[in-house]
């Protein structure tokens, strides 16, 4: 937020794909549960948000894919995800976000871009932006 760092982490869950029709776009559903912690941004606390209240989170949506198994794209994929959370901050102040995300998921590793907001439903809409790096484990 703000160019204001912080640590954060998500678990995330991809289940079974599925094409969609005859084209070469295939969906799978994607859950999340993510934990983003405060910050003490001195300058925020008179407001009616701070930046101080950790976040957790819990997402679910689709995450999209194109091409065929093979194609070097294919591991590119982008998902969208409805999210619902505890705490209020200057970033996050709905109980209610969307979660955007861009990224590449190989076999073991992932790297994503992901963005968090209200979708300027509600102010303040700072929005959280984090890249991401991940571990994949297949059970």
């Given at each position: 937020m703000d160019s204001y760092a912080t640590n954060t982490v998500f678990v995330e869950g991809v289940l079974d794909e599925h094409r969609i029709g005859d084209s070469r776009?295939?969906?799978?559903?994607?859950?999340?549960?993510?934990?983003?912690?405060?910050?003490?941004?001195?300058?925020?606390?008179?407001?009616?948000?701070?930046?101080?209240?950790?976040?957790?989170?819990?997402?679910?949506?689709a995450r999209l894919h194109y091409g065929d198994a093979g194609d070097w794209y294919r591991p590119l994929f982008l998902s969208f995800q409805p999210a619902l959370h505890t705490g209020r901050t200057q970033a996050l102040s709905t109980p209610y976000e969307f979660v955007s995300t861009l990224g590449w998921q190989g076999r073991r590793f992932s790297v994503q871009i992901r963005h968090i907001s209200n979708g300027n439903l509600h102010h303040p809409n700072r929005g959280e932006t984090m890249a991401l790096v991940g571990v994949a484990f297949n059970p």
């Open positions: 776009f295939s969906w799978s559903p994607d859950v999340s549960l993510g934990w983003l912690d405060g910050r003490d941004i001195a300058h925020f606390d008179g407001g009616r948000y701070t930046t101080r209240d950790p976040i957790w989170l819990v997402a679910g949506g």
